[in-house]
């Protein structure tokens, strides 16, 4: 088994109180170990044999790390690897973008659930103005900008077409995503939680598919105003989305490797050696693959 992406997080910590937040990060941390940009280029390189193309950096919020530029320069200097990416609440972006553009980074993806300020405020603790300068500052450093807007009833729904408006001003893809269900009852999600069927109704009407769904956990995707709309849909739990499709595998900010479904409760760790590294790789996508032959026949 071959796995064409890898998600790295590189910590745990955070700088917003969303509170919508499953924990990506925090939840699967058990030591207080952090990996070096050095272990990390180690790591990486040994999964470009089982077919790691693309990286994803997150966290917790990566770039509270003062050494992620190193990170990524490291990982994109990697024969093999053809992009390396990242995921960022967006709050420090204005003041990274230009490094980490020189490092070799090809996109950010920021979370940008609204344009309200108040309401920026409300779902994040944060302000709403250091994002906007980020996402400016991202363009103008040449990076690919897509923003990721969780859709929560109630409070932002309205804001679907702002988003694609913004987008389409600024040049930037967007993906609308389904409000996880956490693993404990919520009242957050049983107040906020709605299904995206209407807006990929709209999306339709008012744009062109450019990829259609063939089951019911590939992300449409269509171009409305000239943006590159994406619909994350199929969300049902922290375990993040349920097909076997996203069974993807991510690197934790500890030094372990596990499924990208958030639930997963085995990790395999990564120990400092190449061969234990190969073998890691192998005992952790032979798990994986043991979770998707369950999840094809549920």
């Given at each position: 088994m071959?796995?064409?992406s890898?998600?790295?997080s590189v910590t745990h910590r955070c700088n917003l109180r969303c509170t919508y937040c499953h924990g990506e990060g925090a939840r699967e941390v058990r030591s207080d170990r952090r990996l070096s940009p050095a272990e990390i280029e180690r790591i990486v390189r040994a999964g470009t044999a089982f077919g790691v193309r693309k990286v994803k950096l997150t966290g917790g919020e990566p770039l509270l790390r003062r050494d992620v530029a190193e990170v990524v320069r490291r990982l994109a200097a990697l024969?093999?690897?053809?992009?390396?990416?990242?995921?960022?609440?967006?709050?420090?972006l204005a003041e990274h973008a230009e490094e980490l553009s020189a490092a070799g980074l090809t996109r950010v993806n920021v979370s940008l659930d609204t344009l309200d300020?108040?309401?920026?405020?409300?779902?994040?603790?944060?302000e709403l103005r250091r994002v906007l300068a980020g996402v400016e500052a991202a363009l103008e450093a040449g990076l690919r900008v897509e923003l990721n807007t969780v859709l929560m009833r109630g409070l932002n729904e309205g804001e679907v077409w702002s988003m694609v408006e913004f987008a389409s001003q600024h040049a930037c893809s967007l993906q609308l995503i389904e409000?996880?269900?956490p693993a404990e009852s919520s009242d957050f999600y049983r107040r906020?939680?709605?299904?995206?069927?209407?807006v990929e109704r709209e999306l339709k009407r008012r744009g062109e598919v450019l990829r259609r769904r063939r089951s019911p956990h590939d992300r449409p995707v269509y171009l409305v105003q000239g943006v590159r709309v994406s619909l994350c849909t199929s969300v049902r739990s922290t375990a993040?989305?349920?097909?076997?499709?996203c069974s993807g595998l991510r690197l934790t900010a500890d030094g372990c490797l596990r499924g990208f479904r958030y639930s997963d409760s085995e990790r395999v760790e990564v120990p400092g050696d190449e061969e234990g590294i190969k073998r890691a790789f192998e005992a952790a996508l032979s798990m994986l693959a043991e979770r998707g032959d369950e999840l094809a026949g549920a």
């Open positions: 071959q796995i064409p890898l998600r790295v024969q093999g690897i053809a992009g390396v990416t990242l995921t960022t609440n967006g709050v420090l300020e108040r309401l920026y405020f409300r779902l994040t603790g944060g409000l996880a269900e906020h939680h709605m299904s995206l069927d209407g993040g989305c349920s097909g076997v499709r």
